[in-house]
C-alpha cells in the first residue's frame, strides 16, 4: 500500500500531462504591484487636518517599480505632503514596502482617499529589482521609457470628524433643511418680497446670459478663428511672455504642454487631460502616424523631465521644444 501510496503522484502527473485540459492551464503573470493593507492614523481623522495613511505593498519580482512622492488627489482629499518608505523582502521572491504618505481630507463622512500611481518596467539582466524614487523617472532613456507599465491603485476610504471646535456647527459642512436654518415661520409678504427679487434676479441673469451669447456668435463669425488657429495664437502670446528666459521654464512647458493637450482634447473628444504624455503622444501616433510625432515626442519628454526631474533647460533649448509643438500643430490637417 505504501509503494502504491508513493506511484500515486506520478501516475495522476502523467494524466495531467496527457490531459487535453492541461494544455489549456495559462499561469497569469503576477501584477507589478498589489496594495495589501492599508490603515490610517488617527482612525477617524478630523475634517482639515493632516493624518498619516499606511500602506502595505507588495512588489512582483524581477521589475524595478518607481514610487511617487505624492499620491494623485481624490474629490474631497488629497496629499498634505511627501511620503516615505522602506523595503525588505517578501515572499516568492517578491519586495513589501512599507509607505507612509500624509493626507488631508476636506469632507464630513466617508472620504475616498488619494491614489497611489505606480511606474515599473522589467528588470534589465544584471540589475537589482525593487523600489526606486519616481524622480529617477526623469532619467529614464527612450528604450526603457517603452517598457514602462502604469499602475494606479485605488486605496479606499477613511472617515473625516468635525473638528472638536465645530461640533454642533455642522451646518457649514452638511446642507440642512431650509426650515433649520431659516425658521420656520414666513409671513405671506416676504414671501412675495422674496418671489419678486427672485423672479428680477432670473430676469436680469437670462438677460445678460443672452447678449453675452449673442456677443460670443458675432465674435466668431467676425474672426472666423478655428482651434488650431486660437492654439497657435495661445503660443505666439505664451513665447512673447519671455518665461524661459527669466527663470520661469517649468510654467513654460506647462502652458505650452497645455495647448497641445487643450487642442488634442477638440480633436478627439475621448481624450480628456488625465492621460499622461506617454498616452497622448501614443494616441497621437495612433491617429496621424509616427512621422509627424517624430519632431513633437523629445520635446513632451523634455517637458516630463522640467515636470518630474528638476530639468532646467537652457532659453534656447526651451524655445526649440517650444518650436516643435508649434510646428506639429500648424501642421494639423483641419476636421
Keep these: 500500500m505504501r509503494r502504491l501510496a508513493r506511484l500515486w503522484p506520478l501516475v495522476a502527473g502523467s494524466f495531467l500531462v496527457a490531459s ?4 489549456e492551464v495559462v499561469f497569469q503573470e503576477a501584477p507589478p504591484i498589489r496594495l495589501v493593507a492599508f490603515t490610517n492614523e488617527p482612525r477617524e481623522p478630523e475634517f482639515g487636518t493632516v493624518f498619516e495613511l499606511y500602506l502595505s505593498l507588495r512588489l512582483a519580482p524581477d521589475r524595478v517599480t518607481f514610487l511617487p512622492d505624492t499620491l494623485i488627489p ?3 482629499a488629497f496629499s498634505g505632503g ?19 504618505y500624509p493626507v488631508m481630507g476636506f469632507l464630513n463622512g466617508g472620504v475616498q482617499l ?3 500611481e505606480v511606474w515599473s518596467r522589467p528588470a534589465a539582466a544584471g540589475e537589482q529589482p525593487g523600489p526606486r524614487p519616481a524622480s529617477e523617472l526623469a532619467g529614464v532613456g527612450e ?41 420656520g415661520e414666513w409671513s405671506v409678504w416676504l414671501l412675495a418680497a422674496l418671489g419678486v427679487t427672485l423672479a428680477a434676479t432670473l430676469l436680469l441673469v437670462g438677460m445678460f446670459v ?38 520661469r ?22 481624450w480628456r487631460r488625465a492621460l499622461t504624455s506617454t498616452e497622448l503622444v501614443g494616441r497621437i501616433e495612433g491617429r496621424w502616424g509616427a512621422a509627424p510625432v517624430e519632431k513633437l515626442r523629445p520635446a513632451i519628454w523634455a517637458a516630463e523631465r522640467v515636470k518630474f526631474g528638476g530639468h532646467r533647460p537652457a532659453p534656447t533649448a526651451a524655445e526649440a521644444d517650444w518650436t516643435a509643438v508649434r510646428d506639429w500643430i500648424r501642421g494639423v490637417p483641419e476636421a
Design 210 to 247: 443672452v447678449s453675452r451669447r449673442t456677443a460670443l456668435g458675432a465674435a466668431a463669425l467676425g474672426l472666423g478663428s478655428s482651434p488650431r488657429e486660437e492654439a497657435l495664437r495661445e503660443l505666439d502670446d505664451l513665447l512673447a511672455r519671455g518665461w524661459h528666459d527669466n527663470g
Design 143 to 183: 528604450t526603457e521609457r517603452t517598457a514602462l507599465q502604469r499602475t494606479l491603485l485605488e486605496i479606499g476610504g477613511a472617515l473625516i470628524l468635525v473638528p472638536s471646535e465645530m461640533q454642533g456647527q455642522e451646518a457649514s459642512i452638511d446642507p440642512r433643511p431650509p426650515a433649520d436654518v431659516l425658521g
Design 74 to 76: 481624490d474629490e474631497h
Design 114 to 116: 488619494p491614489w497611489l
Design 20 to 23: 487535453p485540459a492541461a494544455a
Design 82 to 100: 511627501p511620503g516615505h518608505w522602506t523595503a525588505a523582502p517578501g515572499p516568492a521572491d517578491s519586495i513589501d514596502v512599507q509607505a507612509t
Design 249 to 270: 521654464v517649468d510654467e513654460f512647458y506647462d502652458a505650452t504642454t497645455g495647448v497641445l493637450r487643450r487642442l488634442s482634447e477638440i480633436e478627439e473628444p475621448e
